[in-house]
């Protein structure tokens, strides 16, 4: 619970997506009674902004468009900034339902996990599309199971509930393009823990995937170069989650280090 | 009488640019040059000649030269006019110093062609080449900062408007019915009302 008695922070990162943000924040509201809804604004050309203040969130308008990565760590930032413990992250584009984020949060509190990713009930996969693309992404739950020595099923799934000290990681610390697969590497190496839970996914109605076609192998090369780099880039001490939890928020505040 | 006429107007023209890239502010150096080029070729007019009748090697060298010349003057220049930092002139004032070493001595140059068994243009083009390739490597690592800083900054500004538009929404307390002041920066003007 933060100072205002909100338990729990609804963060959207949401780049044109004003054709289905109303009604999807109207059933946040609904199926989450007093959580803050917050809608990062990635530079969208269209309503995006005015369509979340009318519903009723909180807007966080980035000046341009920085790519999701940048866009879900400003929502971290804030949360941050606001004393929230828990964030749920949402996609824009509707393909996670709020009505399933108990789930999580009932997965959070049985495990302790940091993290908890949803995934698609069934398969787990939370995409769809040719065999090659599945394969690809298959291919990287594998690599990136074995290097984080637990379970991950999807690593695009970006149906998230981050809760605790791996907020105030994130906040510092987040990957940009494509950022999921490279932050769960990020956050098991700073001692953090995930856990996974099954949930009811919704087909895309509004926008098209980021990953499609030529963009699966840009994709899968791209997260697979970084996470092969990633495990040789010196870690940041004071960001393991031990660290983290001996320290206050107010050390840690996000923006105090912009342009080092 | 027909190359007098063209000798006198390019030497006119020589002077005018002269004297523009006196008075001029920008673009100083392009007319310079060419005002000194223009009046060169009026004043000495068989340099075409004289150019042509340098063995090959000659040639190549003195292109070299002038060319390095050329760089290192505009790189000062634009250091000089702030618009270039010196961190990323660095790179080019030491190739064109290279290169200028390079036409003037050719002593030392000879050896390194014996060692690398390149003649003098192959070496003067894989020096430019692995020049432009650490130009084009700094670019990319600057790039990556930029983009880094301008997240952070972007981010920052998203923050601080939120902050803003909330504070902005709360109605503004009349201040004869003894409410705190909106704007919380401005302690003296509160204790000393009356400055």
């Known amino acids: ?65 920085l790519g999701v990565g940048g866009a879900v760590q400003t929502g971290f930032q804030y949360a941050v900034e606001e004393g929230f413990d828990e964030v749920v992250r949402l996609d ?29 009930f069934g398969d787990g996969v939370s995409f769809e599309g040719p065999p090659v693309r599945r394969l690809g992404i298959r291919a990287l739950a594998v690599f990136l199971s074995v290097i984080c020595r637990t379970r991950v099923s999807d690593p695009t799934s970006g149906f998230w509930l981050v809760g605790g000290p791996l907020l105030r990681l994130f906040a510092r610390e987040y990957p940009g393009e494509y950022p999921e697969p490279e932050a769960i590497a990020l956050l098991r190496r700073q001692g953090f823990t995930l856990a996974e839970a099954s949930v009811r996914f919704e087909p895309r109605r509004y926008g098209v995937s980021t990953i499609q076609g030529w963009g699966t192998i840009y ?39 912009a342009c080092r | 009488m027909t190359p007098t006429v063209w000798r ?25 040059i060419l005002g000194t080029a223009l009046l060169g070729a009026a004043v000495y007019p068989g340099w075409a000649e004289r150019l042509a009748s340098l063995p090959p090697m000659a ?18 220049e634009a250091i000089r006019a702030a618009r270039l930092r010196e961190r990323y002139a660095l ?13 003037v001595f050719t002593g030392w140059l000879d050896g390194l062609s014996a060692a690398l068994g390149m ?21 990319s690592v600057e790039i990556s900062r930029l983009n880094e800083d ?26 004869s019915s003894g409410g705190t002041p909106f704007i919380e920066s401005s302690p003296a003007e509160t204790k000393h009302p009356t400055e």
């Not at chain 1, 946040?28 to 309503?47: I, M």
């Not at chain 1, 997260?223 to 880039?233: I, M, P, T």
């Not at chain 2, 023209?13 to 004297?19: I, M, N, T, Y």
């Not at chain 2, 790179?91 to 036409?103: D, M």
């Open chain 2, 150 to 175: 301008r997240t952070r900054l972007a981010q920052r500004i998203a923050l601080l408007q939120a902050r803003w538009e909330e504070k902005k929404a709360v109605p503004r307390p009349n201040p």
């Open chain 2, 91 to 103: 790179l080019w004032i030491g190739t064109s110093l290279f290169i200028l070493g390079g036409a």
């Open chain 2, 8 to 32: 006198t107007g390019a030497a006119a023209l020589g002077v005018a640019f002269l004297v523009w890239a006196a008075a001029g502010r920008r673009g100083r150096i392009a007319r310079g």
């Open chain 2, 59 to 76: 040639r190549v060298r003195l292109v070299m030269a002038v060319a390095s010349v050329l760089v290192m003057i505009v790189n000062i």
């Open chain 1, 219 to 257: 994709y899968v090369l791209k997260v697979g170069l970084a996470l092969f780099v990633e495990r040789l880039r010196p870690m940041d001490n004071g960001l393991s989650k031990a660290a983290l939890l001996r320290t206050s928020a107010a050390e840690t505040t996000p923006g105090r280090e």
């Open chain 1, 92 to 120: 824009g584009d509707g393909q996670h339902p709020p009505e399933e984020v108990v789930k999580l949060l009932a997965r959070r509190r049985e495990t302790g996990a940091d993290l908890v990713i949803g995934i698609r």
């Open chain 1, 1 to 65: 619970m933060n100072e205002a008695g909100l338990p729990l922070m609804v963060l959207i990162p949401a780049f044109n997506e004003a054709e289905g943000l109303g009604k999807l924040i109207g059933r946040v509201r609904a199926a989450l009674p007093g959580a803050r809804v917050v809608v990062v604004n990635d530079g969208s050309t269209d309503a995006t902004a005015a369509v979340a203040r009318a519903a009723g969130a909180v807007v966080l308008d980035l000046p341009c468009n």
């Open chain 2, 119 to 139: 003649q003098y243009v192959s070496i003067i083009v894989a020096v430019i080449f692995v020049f432009l390739v650490l130009v084009a490597f700094q670019f």
